[in-house]
């Protein structure tokens, strides 16, 4: 398949704060061209040069997985038709336009926001109209970062929230890109993975809250942890009259469950690991739920829903994605291998794990198996040759799991960090 591209789109008075941190990100993993108007020198508005690789002639739109538009001066652009068919033809290649600051109240400006969400900005012009009140048809909404279908759009001051944005969604690797794609279609802050399983992810850790949707009833599984959270979920049903039937609570951490009497249900069940059985059957609309104990995180018990007719698992914390699988504060590391071993055997076509994105069933079990094999392995090293707490510095998150750049860095060490000191100091009891 054809490698497809980064590409930086420059202007005279781009400011080069707002995207330089993205392409930090973003250049480990990914080509990055850097494309304008013009093949010529570009002066951003802190007076660097920047020769750019392509004018939009010699860069086929088709070849573009992201074009970014930095932040700045734009007022050189408008109106530039070259810039809004080049965009055009991005957008019905499957690319995406990523802009921030004025690079997104361009995109506005533009027409391509109509109907759409979009990241407020004040930093406009002002020889043009405020977006805000000249362009009626964009929803702009007071958030760092919007992604709406291939949009993406960020306040000016957002440019870090915007970079770990444009990393999460295109500084993977080459390869696992498409599988990436193809569960995140965003629908204002949801992401839908089939027509029925809609997921609504915090900011929090990357944490899941999933509405099973079926003949305008739906199940909500997890509550949340932020009342903003539940409010997104309550307007999404209000907006598309749901009624919530039950709640499934996977396990009782407050990432969780902190939002369940925000919720109110005309007779439904709030199912947990205390009141269903090993196989408890539930309905909504035409699908069928399983509701099933996948023991191992939390001590006082974990639950799993499989929507059977989509074959999807909403797998509640034993599994992650952004995080290496936790195997301490609490959790059964030896019970926790058995349930994802289980898991793994029934080849679910999507899972979506308590925390991070959702992937096939085979990607996200084998990294959490193959995560605790070989940490398992490395720290028997250690223990035999009677290392110390110290030595267990030289086992890295990257040794042990192929996707560590996906992972939220600083938790994700933090986790690793203490998954192995409480793997070493149960090996060193049980000696
Ligand atoms: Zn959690």
């Given at each position: 398949?054809?490698?497809?591209?980064?590409?930086?789109?420059?202007?005279?008075g781009?400011?080069?704060?707002?995207?330089?941190?993205?392409?930090?990100?973003?250049?480990?993993?990914?080509?990055?061209?850097?494309?304008?108007?013009?093949?010529?020198?570009?002066?951003?508005?802190?007076?660097q040069?920047?020769?750019?690789?392509a004018s939009?002639?010699?860069?086929?739109?088709?070849?573009?997985?992201?074009?970014?538009?930095?932040?700045?001066?734009?007022?050189?652009?408008?109106?530039?038709?070259?810039?809004?068919?080049?965009?055009?033809?991005?957008?019905?290649?499957?690319?995406?336009?990523?802009?921030?600051?004025?690079?997104?109240?361009?995109?506005?400006?533009?027409?391509?926001?109509?109907?759409?969400?979009?990241?407020?900005?004040?930093?406009?012009?002002?020889?043009?109209?405020?977006?805000?009140?000249?362009y009626?048809?964009?929803?702009?909404?007071?958030?760092?970062?919007?992604?709406?279908?291939?949009?993406?759009?960020?306040?000016?001051?957002?440019?870090?929230?915007?970079?770990?944005?444009?990393?999460?969604?295109?500084?993977?690797?080459?390869?696992?890109?498409?599988?990436?794609?193809?569960?995140?279609?965003?629908?204002?802050?949801?992401?839908?993975?089939?027509?029925?399983?809609?997921?609504?992810?915090?900011?929090?850790?990357?944490?899941?809250?999933?509405?099973?949707?079926?003949?305008?009833?739906?199940?909500?599984?997890?509550?949340?942890?932020?009342?903003?959270?539940?409010?997104?979920?309550?307007d999404?049903?209000?907006?598309?009259?749901?009624?919530?039937?039950?709640?499934?609570?996977?396990?009782?951490?407050?990432?969780?469950?902190?939002?369940?009497?925000?919720?109110?249900?005309?007779?439904?069940?709030?199912?947990?690991?205390?009141?269903?059985?090993?196989?408890?059957?539930?309905k909504?609309?035409?699908?069928?739920?399983?509701?099933?104990?996948?023991?191992?995180?939390?001590?006082?018990?974990?639950?799993?829903?499989?929507?059977?007719?989509?074959?999807?698992?909403?797998?509640?914390?034993?599994?992650?994605?952004?995080?290496p699988?936790?195997?301490?504060?609490?959790?059964?590391?030896?019970?926790?291998?058995?349930?994802?071993?289980?898991i793994?055997?029934?080849?679910?076509?999507?899972?979506?794990?308590?925390?991070?994105?959702?992937?096939?069933?085979?990607?996200?079990?084998?990294?959490?198996?193959?995560?605790?094999?070989?940490?398992?392995?490395?720290?028997?090293?250690?223990?035999?040759?009677?290392?110390?707490?110290?030595?267990l510095?030289?086992?890295?998150l990257?040794?042990?799991?192929?996707?560590?750049?996906?992972?939220?860095?600083?938790?994700?060490?933090?986790?690793?960090?203490?998954?192995?000191?409480?793997?070493?100091?149960?090996?060193?009891?049980?000696?």
């Open positions: 398949m054809k490698k497809k591209k980064i590409a930086l789109f420059c202007y005279d781009f400011a080069e704060y707002t995207i330089s941190l993205a392409l930090m990100y973003l250049k480990k993993n990914r080509d990055i061209i850097t494309i304008a108007l013009q093949k010529r020198d570009y002066l951003s508005c802190e007076n040069r920047l020769l750019v690789d939009l002639n010699d860069c086929d739109p088709t070849d573009i997985d992201v074009l970014i538009i930095p932040g700045g001066n734009t007022e050189s652009l408008l109106p530039c038709s070259r810039l809004s068919d080049y965009i055009t033809t991005v957008i019905a290649a499957k690319g995406s336009v990523a802009g921030i600051g004025n690079g997104a109240n361009l995109i506005v400006e533009m027409g391509f926001m109509d109907g759409r969400r979009c990241a407020e900005n004040d930093t406009i012009f002002p020889r043009f109209p405020h977006p805000k009140t000249a009626a048809n964009t929803c702009f909404v007071n958030e760092t970062v919007v992604i709406d279908g291939r949009f993406i759009t960020a306040k000016a001051h957002a440019f870090v929230e915007f970079a770990e944005t444009l990393k999460k969604t295109f500084g993977i690797r080459e390869g696992l890109c498409d599988e990436y794609k193809t569960w995140m279609t965003p629908i204002a802050g949801w992401m839908k993975v089939t027509d029925s399983i809609l997921v609504s992810q915090s900011t929090f850790e990357e944490c899941n809250m999933t509405i099973i949707v079926s003949q305008n009833e739906a199940i909500l599984i997890d509550t949340g942890y932020r009342q903003a959270e539940a409010q997104r979920v309550l999404y049903m209000k907006e598309h009259h749901l009624m919530l039937k039950n709640i499934v609570i996977t396990h009782h951490h407050e990432d969780h469950d902190a939002n369940t009497a925000l919720f109110s249900m005309n007779q439904g069940i709030v199912y947990d690991s205390t009141n269903c059985g090993d196989d408890t059957m539930i909504v609309g035409k699908l069928t739920l399983r509701l099933f104990a996948t023991p191992g995180h939390f001590s006082l018990g974990d639950i799993s829903v499989l929507v059977i007719e989509e074959n999807v698992l909403i797998a509640g914390d034993i599994l992650y994605s952004c995080l699988i936790q195997l301490c504060y609490g959790a059964k590391p030896v019970i926790l291998r058995e349930t994802i071993e289980k793994a055997k029934a080849h679910y076509d999507w899972i979506i794990p308590g925390h991070g994105k959702i992937m096939t069933g085979d990607t996200i079990t084998e990294m959490a198996i193959s995560y605790i094999d070989t940490l398992n392995a490395r720290i028997d090293d250690v223990v035999k040759k009677h290392g110390s707490e110290d030595d510095y030289d086992i890295k990257k040794d042990c799991v192929e996707h560590v750049d996906w992972m939220v860095e600083e938790p994700a060490i933090d986790l690793h960090r203490q998954n192995k000191l409480e793997l070493f100091h149960t090996k060193l009891k049980s000696l």
